[in-house]
């Protein structure tokens, strides 16, 4: 049993894996950070040398690998439903989440994170709450699909997720 948590960039997928893993004593996994730690290039930096389709290539390699273990949280990078051999890779494998904001929250919260201008790329011609907008539009039923558990981010901390999380999925320590 794992829990996965998907949703778009800035809604809290890192933060709440950490609080959550702490409160079960589980290890956690960041889907994004081991894929820069494997590679020892930024996201950014492999979408600006390699492109995207290799980037997918690699989660997809890593999503695989992770969803394989047992008793973990695991923060997916926003556009890891985008595959179907990634979706697959979950299904049967724990719960997931799908963590939910307002297009203006998480543009504010991007916004406020300092490493993600040089970490992470625009992934339209737009960039911005546009960008946002569009993206959330098209992965939207993504999402919904994969969510046995879907949890609005709005107003709370990482904390008082990772506790509604466990309430609701009834898991203890």
Known sequence: ??????????????????ALAGQLRWPWVDTDQ?????FG?????????????????LESQVVA??????RQVVALGG????????RRALAGRGKVVWLTASPQ??????????????RRP???AAGGLAEIEALLAQRHPLYAQCADL?????????????????????LEA
């Open 122 to 124: 625009h992934l339209t």
């Open 105 to 118: 929250t998480l543009w504010q919260r991007i916004g406020q994170d300092p490493t993600t201008a040089s």
């Open 65 to 70: 690998e992770v969803a394989s273990r047992d």
């Open 34 to 38: 081991e894929i820069e730690q494997r």
């Open 1 to 18: 049993m794992n829990i996965f948590l998907i949703g778009y960039r800035g809604s809290g997928k890192t933060s709440v894996a950490s």
């Open 150 to 170: 879907t949890l609005d981010t709005e107003g709370l901390t990482p904390d008082q997720i990772a506790r509604q999380i466990a309430q609701q999925l009834r």
């Open 79 to 86: 556009g890891a439903v985008l595959r179907e051999a990634n």
């Open 41 to 57: 290039r930024t996201i950014r930096e492999i979408f600006a040398q390699e492109g995207e389709p290799f980037f997918r290539d």
